[in-house]
């Protein structure tokens, strides 16, 4: 499988940034000898993937989770390129102090990775998946654009964005956010909050009145996560407002990676709905 590490100037977050970025063996697997009865791998022009963007946890940045998970393995082997972008300690929003991560996620990041790599632009060829901050991050983008996704994936997504409005206005004004001033710089006043770019919930239900196609979406939490309340709370609401959401809690796992990688192949072998296979662009 073949990795890199890019770095550009993003205009929507106005710095330098890191993307992590591998592009999956194509044609036969990549251990196959020279001396095999099967053929060597091959590439051609005009050759496309489809692609999961992979949000990162909080504290995290693009290469932790290569170094911390098997993603890179369980992608190749699903014939997918993998795009993980380093979007800081953000929560995947444009941020009320003027740095803007959704907008990078969702609109210029696919410009970037389409002019430059085989990604397919494809609708039905784009997944979004995040864990812990990154998880919230994946549901909020894809409730905000669901016409990039066919589908989204949130892991252990409990802080952040949420579609249950009233309590990220509770967090915002409690004491224990109070020593979180990352937190309230990025989402700023509580009092503001409704109807706001961060007001997920009024997000959601224009969704439904609209008619929008929705991507599918999956949510996963450890049975002894210190965030599934609030977790279960979101699927509740979602299930409540209409949408279809797929709920796996994971029984005896915690809030780490011995969930994030367990689950992650479970992502890209099953929950997915993925080609696997190279898509052919010229015919």
């Given amino acids: 499988m073949g990795i890199m590490r890019f770095n550009y100037r993003s205009q929507a ?16 697997r990549h251990h196959t000898l020279p001396h095999a009865d099967q053929k060597m791998p091959v590439y051609f022009p ?13 504290g995290d940045d693009d290469s932790l989770v290569f170094r911390y998970t098997n993603a890179e393995r369980y992608a190749d082997r699903n014939r997918v390129m993998l795009v993980v972008p380093n979007v800081a ?24 990775i389409r002019s430059l790599f085989p990604s397919s632009p494809a609708r039905e060829d784009n997944f979004i998946v995040g864990y812990a901050m990154g998880g919230n991050a994946a549901l909020g983008n894809a409730l905000m654009h669901p ?13 952040g964005l949420t579609v249950n409005t ?7 004004k409690s004491e224990h956010f109070s020593h979180f001033p990352l ?40 049975s002894d996560e210190f965030i599934r309340e609030r ?6 609401t979602l299930r409540e407002m209409g949408y279809k959401i797929h709920y796996i809690c994971a029984e005896g796992y915690r809030h780490d990676f011995d969930l994030w990688d367990r689950y992650m192949q479970v992502i890209f072998d099953e929950l997915l709905p993925l080609r696997r296979t190279v898509i052919d662009s010229n015919c």
């Fill in 166 to 172: 009233q309590t990220l206005k509770e967090e915002l």
């Fill in 147 to 159: 016409e990039l996704y066919r589908a989204c994936v949130d892991m252990s997504g409990g802080i």
């Fill in 231 to 236: 977790v279960e709370a979101d699927v509740k």
């Fill in 89 to 112: 300690n953000s929560f995947g929003v444009d941020t009320s102090y003027g740095r803007n991560y959704s907008t990078f996620i969702t609109e210029e990041l696919p410009v970037v």
């Fill in 183 to 222: 937190y309230l710089s990025t989402f700023g006043p509580a009092e503001a909050l409704e109807g706001s770019r961060y007001d997920l919930a009024r997000i959601a239900r224009r969704n439904l009145e609209r008619g929008i196609s929705l991507p599918d979406f999956h949510v996963i939490c450890g």
């Fill in 13 to 28: 977050i106005g710095q330098y940034v890191d993307i992590t970025i591998t592009i999956p063996t194509a044609g036969t």
């Fill in 46 to 58: 005009g050759m496309k993937f489809q692609t999961v963007y992979l949000i990162h946890g909080g």
